[in-house]
């Protein structure tokens, strides 16, 4: 079992940026996958991004390529995810996710692949 906290949300102004991490406790970091879900006020939980157990392959949503990165230090047992050029369509509750199962980041972009899951961090982003 592995145990998830998310720290990094806050309040930024439209065009900002964030770093948010996701430490990681519990079983061997590097044999999950990871990934990054939001989930918005009256909407439903969608992906961000995941990667890989090695972090070779990653995956991020259409929306958001080019502006978001995912990358992990297993070394640190914690996961990245960086958000620059924020608006106000990414205000939400962001969650961090490990998953057993092995794919590339395109395979992990579902939820029902993630086992394990951090409290979430809220991201404000003010227009």
């Known amino acids: 079992q592995v145990q998830l906290v998310e720290s990094g949300g806050g309040l930024v102004q439209a065009g900002g940026s964030l770093r948010l991490s996701c430490a990681a406790s519990g079983r061997t970091f590097s044999m999950y996958a990871m990934g990054w879900f939001r989930q918005a006020p009256g909407k439903e939980r969608e992906v961000v991004a995941a990667?890989?157990?090695?972090?070779?392959?990653?995956y991020y949503a259409d929306s958001l390529k080019g502006r978001f990165t995912v990358s992990r230090d297993n070394a640190k047992t914690t996961v990245y995810l960086q958000m620059n050029s924020l608006n106000s369509k990414d205000t939400a509750v962001y969650y961090c996710?490990?998953?057993?199962?092995?794919?590339?980041?395109?395979?992990?972009?579902?939820?029902?692949?993630?086992?394990?899951w951090g409290q979430g961090t809220q991201v404000t982003v003010s227009s």
């Open positions: 990667i890989s157990w090695s972090g070779g392959s990653t």
């Open positions: 996710a490990a998953s057993v199962e092995y794919g590339s980041g395109y395979q992990l972009r579902y939820e029902y692949k993630y086992a394990y």
